[in-house]
């Protein structure tokens, strides 16, 4: 891939918590990427992208038209790419929770924004702000909705912590241990995921208010507890909340669970060996695995297909 390439991410913590205004933990993942290109391909692939790209262009004239969108872009040169064959050469699976749409967004503000924020200038609070709530608003034609932290994460390529909807910032991550045991994984579930009528389910779901108390005493407790663990280097602490977690999930998410994995689900919970939660908004796509011994974890996982995407 030629040019700037724009990155999956992986949402480490935070999935429908952040809905609510709860922390969240996101990092870019530079196995899957994907960038523009203009060359006229007449492939099957190339010309769905193209097409798809040129209803995002028109959408996004529209918005700007309306005065939806604050920013100004080159149409002109947008609208002749797009005539001459553009289309975004990526490997991020679609429908799997790692920001298949979001590194498109990432890509089209580089390449057509005028005066634009780039990574160069000193990305204060109001800057990160700006462009998360210009990239939702951008990512909003492919999922109905987008807090705008998918592209965020591809255009910075930068670890970003969210401490609620009005405050996030960029931050280190440990280091990896190349050679230890642990590791975060992405596993698999072989289905694709919608994310707009799982984010509705959670929202009616939001509306009970038995429902509600579990999500901010629980689910929202232990995600903040993880992240703070997580950032601190701090395994042991981590993976006792994380099993909390992922029991939380287990009990309240269970639509967006594929049923064939609940079993899978909760032999990690049982055993200990590895403990699942789910990757962005489930209901297929990828589920996201954490383990202290990953040896033991392929082992049990050995008809599943795992990408590790951090060692400790």
């Known amino acids: ?97 790692v920001g298949s749409s979001g590194a498109i967004v990432a890509a089209f503000y580089d390449k057509y924004a005028l005066e634009k924020i780039t990574i160069l200038e000193n990305l204060t609070r109001e800057k990160l702000l700006h462009l998360k709530a210009l990239f939702g608003k951008m990512e909003s034609h492919f999922h109905g909705s987008s807090s705008g932290l998918d592209p965020l994460n591809s255009y910075l390529s930068l670890p970003i912590l969210i401490h609620s909807k009005q405050h996030i910032e960029s931050t280190r991550i440990p280091s990896q241990n190349e050679v230890g045991k642990g590791a975060v994984f992405l596993l698999d579930s072989g289905m694709v995921g919608e994310t707009a009528p799982m984010v509705n389910l959670f929202l009616e779901n939001m509306k009970n208010e038995k429902y509600e108390r579990v999500i901010q005493e629980e689910f929202v407790t232990y995600t903040d507890a993880c992240i703070e663990h997580f950032l601190k280097a701090d395994f042991k602490g981590l993976f006792g909340d994380l099993k909390k977690l992922s029991q939380v999930v287990f009990d309240h998410f269970k639509p967006m669970i594929p049923g064939q994995f609940h079993e899978l689900w909760k032999k990690g919970l049982e055993g200990d060996s590895y403990y699942l939660k789910l990757c962005g908004s489930g209901g297929g796509g990828y589920f996201l695995g954490f383990t202290e011994n990953l040896e033991k974890a392929r082992a049990e996982l050995k008809d599943y297909d795992l990408e590790v995407v951090y060692t400790f």
């Open 1 to 97: 891939m030629k040019g700037p390439l724009f990155y999956a991410k992986i949402l480490l913590f935070g999935e429908y918590g952040i809905i609510k205004d709860s922390k969240g933990l996101a990092i870019p993942f530079n196995a899957f990427k994907g960038a523009l290109k203009n060359e006229d391909v007449e492939s099957e692939v190339a010309v769905e992208s193209n097409s798809h790209l040129k209803k995002f262009a028109s959408y996004l004239k529209s918005c700007v038209e309306k005065g939806e969108i604050d920013a100004a872009f080159d149409f002109e040169l947008m609208l002749n790419d797009l005539k001459q064959g553009m289309y975004f050469d990526s490997s991020i699976p679609r429908g799997y929770g």
